[in-house]
């Protein structure tokens, strides 16, 4: 049927070896993604629990967005440092 060459062969496992460690360092960076983001909830509601007050769930609201969307700006940067191969443009292939 079909032949592939050593050549051909030796790339497909080059590509397969860089999607495996994508996805562990993605899997790392969304991790602490999510523990900076839910940090940042419990350092804002600790104090209003701490002094038994009512909790402003527009304030948490507003600065969990704001931790998540810098945070994804830090992920995307260091996704583009660590694996720059992932963001080039394919143009028409």
């Known amino acids: 049927m079909f032949k592939h060459s050593p050549e051909r062969r030796r790339l497909w496992r080059r590509c397969v070896i860089a999607g495996q460690a994508f996805h562990s360092l993605q899997l790392l960076l969304w991790a602490v993604w999510t523990t900076g983001v839910l940090s940042r909830a419990y350092l804002y509601v600790r104090p209003a629990l701490d002094a038994q007050e009512p909790v402003d769930l527009t304030g948490l609201v507003i600065h969990c967005v704001l931790a998540g969307l810098m945070g994804m700006l830090v992920l995307t ?11 080039l443009d394919g143009g028409d292939v």
């Open 77 to 87: 940067l260091i996704e583009m440092r660590l694996e720059p191969w992932r963001f």
